[in-house]
């Protein structure tokens, strides 16, 4: 007899909202995003994502969880008292596309975003944040991503990868999960920021082979510590 695979359960809006919110947080806090930005996780009944900037909705250091909004997968809001963003269609796209995405994060951080305009590699040079980001694709345009037909392109330009540039415009980072998401887009910043510093100096830096990042992936720890660090620091 064959056996029927669950898929598992999808975490609840409330869940959503607080991770959301502690994302945010952790992403002002990182200089990644300030009022700009969002991060959003699929929840059962559609999509947790931060609420449209407005005259009440600012920082994102300051949002709290019951200020998070739900949509659906077209991006009309389900339940909240503000909008979603106008770009909520980089989220909705993704995880129409996507089945297998938790969560996804879009920011404009500094040194990520140059080198999607240089159309620089971020090669592995760093040793943890290496074992994090690999295929960085890239979508060319600098557009905000304000209708489905955009966002179904940068679906399609982010492809499998869990990064992509948004050329002169800021990154992408999905993830099954939230936590791994928000990890891979602060991993990504700091590689970045190696990779320019690198540049620089006009000198042609080591790029760490493939075994030497398997072996760090196999012995890094696990994404729950990453996150309470950033949470004791942020949340």
């Given at each position: ?10 975490p609840?809006?409330?869940e959503?909202?607080?991770?959301v919110a502690?994302a ?6 990182l ?5 700009l ?16 900037h407005s005259p009440?909705?600012?920082?994102a ?8 909004v ?10 909240g ?9 980089i ?6 596309a996507?089945?297998?995405?938790g ?11 140059l ?7 971020i090669?592995p ?10 295929d960085v694709?890239?979508w ?16 399609a ?6 990064y ?8 992408i980072?999905?993830a099954?999960?939230l936590?791994?998401?928000v990890?891979?887009?602060v991993?990504?910043?700091e ?6 510093e ?6 042609t830096?080591r790029e760490?082979p ?5 072996e760090?992936r196999r ?11 950033l ?5």
């Amino acid at each position: 007899m064959s056996q029927t695979t669950t898929a598992p359960a999808l975490p609840t809006a409330d869940e959503g909202r607080t991770l959301v919110a502690d994302a945010g947080r952790i992403l002002s806090g990182l200089g990644l995003v300030d009022y700009l930005g969002h991060s959003s996780m699929r929840v059962e009944g559609g999509v947790i994502v931060k609420p449209k900037h407005s005259p009440t909705i600012r920082d994102a250091s300051h949002l709290t969880a019951e200020q998070m909004v739900l949509v659906n997968l077209d991006g009309e809001l389900l339940e909240g008292n503000d909008p979603p963003p106008s770009e909520v269609y980089i989220h909705t796209e993704i995880y129409r596309a996507r089945p297998d995405v938790g969560a996804v994060v879009h920011t404009h951080q500094k040194a990520a975003t140059l080198l999607g305009v240089l159309e620089a590699p971020i090669r592995p040079i760093l040793h943890i944040p290496s074992s994090y980001v690999d295929d960085v694709h890239l979508w060319p345009h600098a557009n905000l991503v304000a209708d489905r037909s955009l966002g179904a392109e940068l679906a399609a330009a982010l492809g499998d990868a869990s990064y992509c540039h948004l050329q002169g415009h800021g990154i992408i980072s999905v993830a099954p999960t939230l936590k791994e998401a928000v990890v891979g887009a602060v991993m990504m910043e700091e590689l970045a920021v190696a990779n320019l510093e690198a540049l620089r100096t006009g000198l042609t830096p080591r790029e760490i082979p493939e075994g030497e990042l398997a072996e760090l992936r196999r012995l890094r720890g696990g994404i729950e510590g990453r996150w309470q660090y950033l949470i004791e620091q942020f949340g």
